[in-house]
């Protein structure tokens, strides 16, 4: 089984910076395909960035393009998504997620973490 726990999540005003951190089980970060995922109140979740080191793939939703950056550090298991210039619809639970390749639908994904929530206020 697959633990994933993310972190990093807060409040930050309109036009500042975040960064969420994921610790992964040993052995699994560079196997799989990890994923960054958000979920707004009364909104499906949706894809973020994604990232596979097997297959050199990275990977982000069109609205996330150049503010977001995706990125991990193989020696600390963790996966990271730097995140600037938010916005008020940034606002949501991010999660992270491990599959087997890099994809935008959750269903291709087998693990998930908890979520940490993301405010931005504007």
């Known amino acids: 089984q697959v633990q994933l726990v993310e972190s990093g999540g807060g409040l930050v005003q309109a036009g500042g910076s975040l960064k969420l951190s994921c610790t992964v089980s040993?052995?699994?970060?560079?196997?799989?395909?990890m994923g960054w995922f958000r979920q707004a109140p009364g909104k499906e979740r949706e894809f973020v960035a994604g990232?596979?080191?097997?297959?050199?793939?990275?990977r982000y939703a069109d609205s996330m393009k150049g503010r977001f950056t995706i990125s991990g550090d193989i020696l600390k298991n963790t996966l990271y998504l730097q995140m600037n210039s938010l916005k008020s619809e940034d606002t949501a639970v991010y999660y992270c997620?491990?599959?087997?390749?890099?994809?935008?639908?959750?269903?291709?994904?087998?693990?998930w973490g908890q979520g940490t929530q993301v405010t931005v206020s504007s």
């Open positions: 040993s052995g699994t970060f560079i196997s799989h395909a």
């Open positions: 997620a491990s599959g087997t390749a890099v994809a935008l639908q959750t269903n291709q994904y087998d693990n």
């Open positions: 990232i596979s080191w097997r297959g050199g793939v990275t």
